[in-house]
């Protein structure tokens, strides 16, 4: 394989814990893993226990080849067509394009970012891959919040996920850690995406 005219930070973490905020933070260019989510008539997707509900907490319901093969043009190419997925909807509902414009890195996060680390990383495409950790009573309230103020689910759904994610929100962060993720607040986090920035940039010769 040539070697790549961008790198990707991989960005994961539990629902609520910060990482769209700081992808954006970060001024680079930003793929959003959440956007390969199946859509709701999938046979495949999984079900809760009881089979009464979709569980989208689980890899199952995620595209992971469709987000590698999206990372992976855009490591090679700059530029990558990608889904719109609406959460309340279920489904993806139009395409879009994503230029990196030049940018040497650029940030791809999601709840399931975690579990395409090894295969990116097998494909050379990694600078960077972050679990972001905090405490599950704060991460729990501010997912709740801003699910609610988006309208993505129906508020008895939304309390009974946030239940059932803040209980298991370590072994989460513990899993991520597993599959190659560094754990660590926002402040590390964004000192080592600076970093990675850093680390690929060119020198110009004068």
């Known amino acids: 394989m040539s070697e790549p005219l961008a790198r990707v930070i991989l ?35 999984p079900l809760l226990p009881g089979g ?3 569980d989208w907490d689980a890899p199952g319901s995620w595209n992971a080849d469709a987000a590698v093969a999206a990372i992976a043009a855009l490591c090679a190419e700059g530029v990558a067509e990608t889904p719109v997925y609406d959460l ?19 940030v791809a996060e999601g709840i399931f970012a975690a579990e395409i680390v090894g295969r990116c990383r097998e494909l050379g495409l990694v600078a960077d891959a972050l679990c972001l950790r905090g405490r599950p009573a704060t991460t729990a309230r501010r997912r709740f919040v801003r699910d609610l103020r988006e ?17 298991a ?26 970093g990675a920035v850093a680390g690929a940039r060119v020198p110009v010769e004068a």
Do not use: N
Request: net charge positive; with cysteine; charged share 20%.
């Open 11 to 45: 960005v994961a973490g539990p629902s609520g814990s910060g990482k769209s905020s700081l992808a954006a933070r970060t001024g680079l260019p930003v793929l959003v893993l959440d956007d390969f989510y199946k859509d709701g008539d999938d046979p495949a997707l």
């Open 52 to 54: 009464s509900a979709v």
């Open 88 to 106: 309340s909807a279920s489904a993806a509902t139009g395409r879009a394009r994503l230029d990196l414009q030049g940018a040497p890195v650029f």
């Open 151 to 167: 309208g993505r689910k129906s508020v008895l759904f939304l309390m009974r996920r946030g239940w059932h994610l803040m209980r």
């Open 169 to 194: 929100e370590r072994a989460i962060v513990a899993r991520h850690i597993q599959l190659g993720c560094h754990p660590c607040g926002h402040t590390e986090a964004g000192q080592r995406i600076s």
